[in-house]
């Protein structure tokens, strides 16, 4: 079983940066694509960034020139680098990896606070 385990989030003031770290259990070369969600209370959840292996990087036009995706094989992980942060981003924010087979791994979830 993959596992993939969120940490980085917190509080953090209107205007700041964070920044979010997913570990996975196995190694990142196994995922098509890999990247970040979010879901703010009472709201679905929706696509923040993804890192493919084959097509660069995608991401939300609300976070695009605040946030950035990056991807380390080496490290099996895939960090989001948070600037500029409003309130509006207050979410938890989920790691998800899709296997070559389609398969689809989800973190727990990391909970980050923006106060204004």
């Known amino acids: 079983q993959v596992q993939l385990v969120e940490s980085g989030g917190g509080l953090v003031q209107a205007g700041g940066s964070l920044r979010l770290s997913c570990v996975a259990s196995?190694?990142?070369?196994?995922?098509?694509?890999i990247g970040w969600y979010r879901q703010a209370p009472d709201k679905q959840r929706e696509l923040v960034a993804t890192?493919?292996?084959?097509?660069?990087?995608t991401y939300a036009n609300s976070v695009l020139g605040r946030f950035t995706i990056s991807r380390d094989n080496a490290k099996n992980t895939v960090t989001l680098e948070m600037n500029s942060l409003k309130p509006e981003d207050t979410a938890v924010y989920f790691c998800?990896?899709?296997?070559?087979?389609?398969?689809?791994?989800w973190g727990q979830g990391t909970q980050v606070t923006v106060s204004s």
């Open positions: 196995r190694s990142t070369l196994g995922f098509s694509v």
């Open positions: 890192s493919r292996s084959r097509a660069g990087t």
């Open positions: 998800k990896g899709t296997t070559y087979d389609g398969t689809e791994y």
